[in-house]
């Protein structure tokens, strides 16, 4: 699936059908979900339907054991052995911002 050609609201439907397809595949009601979860049914509902918070999220995923799917979701970024050797173990803090001259290359 192409995700960047849809809009946010599209792709939070989208999430919000996959959760709703894998709670229907373990044989769940929004209410036996939302009691395991500790969460309310509107919550259910609400993530279910392209909305809600990512705590919802998290605590649905976790009572669906799927929450290793968020390694998939957005995997962890690794440094390579060169870029670690060049910084000489220094693990990165901040991300550098534009100092003096600004740069034409992120221009609007």
Not at 26 to 36: I, P, S, W
Not at 71 to 95: C, D, M, Y
Request: hydrophobic share 40%; net charge positive.
């Amino acid at each position: 699936m192409d995700y960047y050609s849809l809009s946010d609201s599209a792709i939070e439907a989208e999430i919000g059908a996959r959760l709703k397809a894998l709670r229907l595949r373990r044989n769940l009601t929004q209410q036996t979900l939302a009691d395991a979860a500790g969460l309310s049914v509107t919550a259910i509902k609400g993530i279910e339907s392209g909305r809600g918070r990512l705590a919802t999220l998290i605590a649905v995923l976790r009572e669906l054991a799927a929450l290793d799917q968020l390694e998939h979701f957005i995997p962890a970024i690794t440094v390579s052995p060169l870029q670690l050797a060049r910084r000489k173990g220094v693990r990165r803090q901040r991300a550098t911002g534009s100092r003096g001259k600004p740069d034409d290359t992120n221009a609007w």
